[in-house]
């Protein structure tokens, strides 16, 4: 049974504490998301069974409170890909059940939440690709909308829903539409794992940063693009190809996390080597310009899914970025040699932009 546990660094990621569960249960655990508040209170997100909960921790990760099912007030089917973001209490988290897209949102420290159905209507089969909370208190999530079930082989597009009102109501903009949708995998995986994953971060002036990853032609190799909005997702700039390498390599699962005005890291993973590696880059204004590719995945011995090209193939359909106060950027990413079967979390901090 999938469990969800943690592990915990208080040297910077140099080492962890051993896992440890956050919750016993028989219910199969899926899709974690972190986040820390101003504060240093840790918030966890994850699906647990049919559910999506939330836990707190207020002592570095020591211990944690009861799990609290965010879905409590619409509990009317299985929940999928849960997006977090934290501003002191506020706790807003984004799910989907079959074609709807929902936000519960606290204000009491995710220990009560209220839900909002976002679409009335039919707009696709949602994935949620992340959330953030601009400085003014604007919470902004990203969505995957995936117009046919099937095999996820309809065009799909990359949605960004806001809230100025603390998630008591929603608009939703456009990133892109009718994208081809992605590769199949070369082993069996996922429903969409391929497909069209984004991310979104806001900066300290609220600018906008959306990244995702689509192919030119249906079912082609991905490529990561990146979009920016300077006036709250109202309208966004013409896509910027991210990946320096234009083979036939699949470039998948970017993320992206923003700091001072116009500062931006990117960071994805492809397999233009042979096998998969995650590569980073990084702007100081806004992705006018960027900072030559950096590769962040070295070999490691011990590993057999590892060797000198790469690892295997990405685990988990996520990647987490974080910019610290310091300006260190944290990445971690899932590996394996497949997708299922043995798997490994990789964290990295890196000291410089």
Not at 4 to 31: C, N, W
Request: aromatic share 10%; with cysteine; charged share 15%.
């Amino acid at each position: 049974m999938d469990t969800m546990v943690i592990q915990v660094s208080h040297d910077g990621g140099r080492t962890f504490t051993a896992p440890s569960p956050l919750t016993i249960s028989s219910a199969a655990q899926f899709d974690p998301q972190v986040k820390v508040n101003s504060a240093g209170v840790v918030f966890v997100s994850y699906l647990h069974g049919k559910d999506t909960v939330v836990q707190r921790s207020d002592d570095n990760g020591a211990t944690w409170s009861t799990p609290v099912a965010v879905n409590a007030d619409v509990k009317n089917g299985i929940t999928d890909k849960d997006g977090l973001a934290v501003q002191g209490d506020d706790v807003y988290v984004g799910y989907s059940i079959a074609q709807k897209l929902f936000v519960s949102s606290s204000h009491d420290g995710g220990r009560t939440f209220t839900t909002v159905q976002i679409n009335q209507n039919t707009i696709g089969w949602p994935l949620n690709g992340g959330a953030t909370v601009a400085p003014d208190g604007t919470v902004y999530m990203v969505w995957e909308l995936v117009h046919k079930s099937g095999q996820a082989q309809g065009p799909q597009d990359v949605a960004v829903t806001k809230s100025s009102d603390k998630g008591a109501s929603w608009t939703l903009s456009n990133v892109d539409t009718g994208l081809p949708p992605g590769p199949p995998c070369p082993t069996s995986c996922g429903w969409d794992y391929l497909g069209t994953g984004a991310s979104i971060s806001a900066d300290r002036s609220g600018r906008l940063y959306v990244t995702y990853n689509t192919p030119l032609t249906d079912n082609g190799p991905p490529f990561v693009w990146y979009k920016t909005s300077m006036d709250g997702g109202m309208t966004w700039s013409s896509r910027t190809m991210l990946n320096a390498d234009v083979t036939s390599a699949f470039h998948v699962f970017p993320g992206v996390a923003a700091g001072d005005p116009g500062d931006v890291r990117v960071a994805w993973m492809d397999n233009r080597t042979g096998a998969y590696n995650v590569w980073y880059r990084s702007s100081s204004n806004g992705g006018q310009t960027w900072s030559a590719e950096v590769q962040v995945s070295q070999f490691r011995g011990g590993y057999p899914y590892v060797t000198s090209q790469g690892f295997a193939f990405p685990y988990g359909d996520y990647i987490t970025l974080a910019l610290d106060s310091k300006g260190h950027v944290h990445l971690a990413w899932g590996e394996g040699p497949s997708w299922s079967g043995q798997r490994d979390l990789q964290a990295l901090r890196r000291e410089t932009t």
